[in-house]
Nanobody, 113 residues
Framework: QVQLVESGGGLVQPGGSLRLSCAAS????????MGWYRQAPGKSRELVAS???????DYADSVKGRFSISRDNAKNTVYLQMNSLKPEDTAVYYC???????WGQGTQVTVSS
């Protein structure tokens, strides 16, 4: 019933920016803690950004100051603005409600010159 569709990934040069979108159905994002996760080849999935029901946000140290999570309640969509991208940001990015396993296909982000 829950479906999360990530989009917005692509190939970008170091220092560039991307904005990822997560279109949700089956859940109301404003009534859930939501997060963006990423998984690089050979590595485990890690939480990089989250937004609480009340709107407070939190970030992994590796992305703090560069990434920003937000939501549009009318569109039931969560966003991840990524600036000053580094090669180590290369991964498949997923969104999800915190503590759930409603994994979609993710969107590939590749940072390379």
């Amino acid at each position: 019933q829950v479906q999360l569709v990530e989009s917005g990934g692509g190939l970008v040069q170091p220092g560039g920016s991307l904005r990822l979108s997560c279109a949700a159905s089956g859940i109301i994002v404003s009534r859930r803690g939501m997060g963006w996760y990423r998984q690089a080849p050979g590595k485990s999935r890690e939480l990089v950004a989250s937004i609480a029901i009340g709107g407070s946000t939190d970030y992994a140290d590796s992305v703090k100051g560069r990434f920003s999570i937000s939501r549009d309640n009318a569109k039931n969509t969560v966003y991840l603005q990524m600036n000053s991208l580094k090669p180590e940001d290369t991964a498949v990015y997923y969104c999800n409600a915190i503590g759930t396993k409603y994994w979609g296909q993710g969107t590939q982000v590749t940072v390379s010159s």
